[in-house]
């Protein structure tokens, strides 16, 4: 290769090394760390879609199956008992289902997914100590987890009386943001 | 025999590595029960709150639930292990899928290595090739009269025999 030629592919390869550099950089920059602590909606890809069909035990004897809960608002609770935030969460997620029953036949239904390997005794003595009398599905399969997409607690779902997930919360939720959620879609859907 | 070793030393290279990449590729891996379904199922996925951890290595209860669903769906025996890795990756994203997939932007894992080796192997063969041109390089006069002066014996007849 002439001294002219070398010359001119020189600069050529050195940029075409510089940008595949900086496009590496880039992926590297805009990657999604996966450790976003902050409580909120968060995309799923069950959105808008049939809700999984969830098969499951309740803790204290009996079956649920989502399927046959349509026709009401449903509230899917996502919980593991030595999970802080849990624990921190538990006082509002009472007082929502209070709040909600005080509607009567409109208000919304609400259940916890209890995490695989959670100790189920412990389970019970939480929900003794704390109090909060709704259902408590176990999901010792860990299929209700995974189909939802759930790897941590709490997260909380919506599901419309047509079996549709409405909203993913990711980490602790009050109980007015709870309430007014569900109103929204109340609201927005006419359901 | 003989013929063998005329070949060169690469060819017989190649011939061996495509061969046994051919036996490999296509070799039967032969009946597997659930727990090896589930352990290589479960060895394609990240956990998907830990790094670096496989779903099979991981003890997080979310890879154990991941475990658990597997098992299910194998023990129903509906799903192929695609469509149960699909399924993992689907609810938890596509960072939990630790082999990259064939098609789309994440081929480029694949097909950059590729790409490498070939530009590599292009680059070096040119390079040898130039190498060896430089190498051989084309007696000019003096190089003649040289040899021409040492066939007549001038050059080696003057030379004396260092060893006296």
Known sequence: MSEVRRARVAPIVVLVVAALMGGMLWVLASGDGGDDAEAGIIDSHLLDRAAPEVRSSLLDGGSFELSRRKGSWV???FFNSTCVPCRAEHPELVKFVEQQASLGPLGAEFYTVVQIGDDLDEVRR????RGGDWPVLTDENGEVFVDFGV???PETFIIDPNGVVRVRWAGVIDAVTLAQLVQQLRNATGL | MQGLKRWPSWVVLVLAVAGLLAYGS???AGARTPEERVE???KRLACPICDGESVYESQNPSSAAIRA???TYVAEGEASDDQIVASVVEAFGAETQLVPKATGFEALV????AAALVCASVGLFVAFRRWKAAADTIPDDD???LVDAALAGDVLAGDEDPSK
């Open chain 1, 151 to 153: 790897a941590q607690v």
């Open chain 2, 110 to 113: 694949w097909a950059l290595p």
């Open chain 2, 26 to 28: 296509t070799k039967d």
């Open chain 2, 40 to 42: 290589e199922i479960s």
């Open chain 1, 126 to 129: 939480f929900f003794d100590e």
């Open chain 2, 69 to 71: 669903a597997i098992r």
């Open chain 2, 143 to 145: 190089d003649r009269a």
């Open chain 1, 75 to 77: 509230v899917l609770n």
